[in-house]
């Protein structure tokens, strides 16, 4: 038994669920005949070193007494429902926090020394005191929303794709991932948050929970659009029943951007037919899901919470099984979780010698190989 560590079972169970998995079950991947040694913590060598690549956990923490402290952003709002915040935030969610923010840190430098100036709608609505009708009147004209345009989209993933594209032109990149990075096998969790928002003077960004159903992409881009418009940097889940004040003013906003409520309440009170008939009648007119109709007549008790989770739950099940608009392309994959934006100024940086090509590999998370081939494929791409 020399040669036999005696590990926390405690910590042995944390390092088990970074990765979603209970301890018995790396325990018996690792070896069946010792499952049970393992689980009790008392492990080979070989063993834990095995468990700690089961784990992605670096080894050394296998060694401490109890597990390390839920990990915590002082400059970044919880703003989840109350449910939801008592969990802490996983390591999946940092891994993708953290990536993100790397890649500010880059661009923001970029920014500056190229004299970017501040962008004058960060935080606005909270310096002028501005209310949700008025905030969202202030983001529809900041990103020069075209009415005519969003009533071409013929589907959510075409009207997401076209307030992105509007979004970033403002300075906003955005972000869209349903994965870790490049890991399929670690997919996002919906249920822990929707998106995120990083507020930042000169290079501010969202990100959105690719796993979550197409038709709520657009409602969440608004929603952490709003934050940004107030100044907040934050997780959200959008939830319809938050009763976080920041969260219930930022749903507002983004209904309000979408489905402008004279609008909408004028034409609920012409249009006849039951629920569903109404509902669908407002989707021809506002061209927009009816995940995000179906929300705002919840808002505006037209439909009740039931009605609404049956909408909502429709619309995931009819979700592409794609988790982004990349759509299998991989190059416009590349973009779409990089923030277009940001993917072609690195790629065009790289191409013409300004930045290495192993700087852009690292910057957009992929090999600089493909970084040439991205640029000469983005001229193709949807701006």
Known sequence: MSDTLNLSPEVLHWAANQVGDSLEDIARTISKRSAD?????????????????????????????RPPAPRVRPELVDFRTIHAAA???????????????????????????????????VGQGRRQSLGSVQLAANIRQGLQLDSGA???????????????????ATGILVFKNGIVGNNTSRPLSVAEFRGFAISDPVAPAVFINGRDA???????????????????????????TSVN??????????????VPSVEFTALWEKTNGNLTERLN?????FKVSLLVLARRALEFRFIDESLYRDVYLTSQKSASKAEDSGGGNFYATLAVRNSKKLAKRVASLATSGNISLREAGQLLNTNPNNVVTFYEKQRALPA
Request: aromatic share 14%; glycine share 6%.
């Open 37 to 65: 040694k393992i689980i009790a913590g008392h492990l080979t060598p070989s063993q834990a070193v095995k468990f700690a690549a089961a784990a992605r956990v670096p080894f050394g923490y296998l060694f401490l007494p």
């Open 87 to 121: 969990t802490p935030l996983s390591r999946d969610f940092f891994e993708v926090y953290d990536d993100v923010k790397f890649k500010l840190a880059w661009y923001k430098d970029f920014l500056e020394r190229e004299g970017a100036e501040p962008l004058a709608f």
């Open 150 to 168: 969003m009533a071409k989209a013929s589907t959510p993933e075409d009207l997401f794709g076209y307030l992105a594209g509007r979004v970033e």
């Open 214 to 240: 197409p038709a709520a992409w657009m409602f969440t881009l608004m929603h952490e659009v709003a934050h940004i418009w107030q100044g907040d940097s934050g997780v959200s889940d959008a939830a319809t």
């Open 245 to 258: 004040n920041d969260e219930r003013f930022c749903n507002a906003v983004a209904a309000e951007v979408l």
């Open 281 to 285: 009648a407002m989707r021809r007119h």
